[in-house]
């Protein structure tokens, strides 16, 4: 009988996770702002650079970026979404309106992540 993946590598998948989540560096109210994440190629590299242990640890035929010729746009967000929501945490996403420094506003999206229990 085959093990499943979360049950056998229970741990390092949680670590992987919290890895996302620091390099995500969420605020107080546990959320972060993708116009934040689109500007920052550092956070966005080390995301991907996570990419090899995640094929390691997880199941990814139904994660987009690890399909070959598909073309994801953001395919950062896509790991994060798809990570940690197979680890049992909640990524929620609405509409933003994000005060930029000339006084305007940027629409963006805010996402939400917290884990139950």
């Known amino acids: 009988?085959?093990?499943?993946?979360?049950?056998?590598?229970?741990?390092?998948?949680?670590?992987?996770?919290?890895?996302?989540?620091?390099?995500?560096?969420?605020?107080?109210?546990?959320?972060?702002?993708?116009?934040?994440?689109?500007?920052?190629?550092?956070?966005?590299?080390?995301?991907?650079?996570?990419?090899?242990?995640i094929k390691t640890f997880f199941a990814c035929s139904t994660i987009s970026t690890f399909k070959p010729n598909f073309e994801c746009k953001r395919p950062y967000l896509n790991i994060i979404r798809s990570i940690l929501r197979q680890q049992g945490y909640t990524v929620e996403s609405k509409n933003h309106w994000n005060k930029i420094s000339n006084g305007t506003f940027q629409r963006t999206m805010k996402f939400h992540i917290y884990k139950e229990g």
């Open 1 to 53: 009988m085959r093990i499943k993946l979360s049950d056998k590598y229970s741990s390092q998948r949680e670590e992987i996770c919290n890895k996302i989540l620091y390099i995500l560096q969420l605020n107080e109210d546990k959320y972060f702002l993708l116009c934040d994440l689109d500007e920052d190629l550092d956070k966005q590299r080390l995301i991907l650079d996570l990419k090899d242990d």
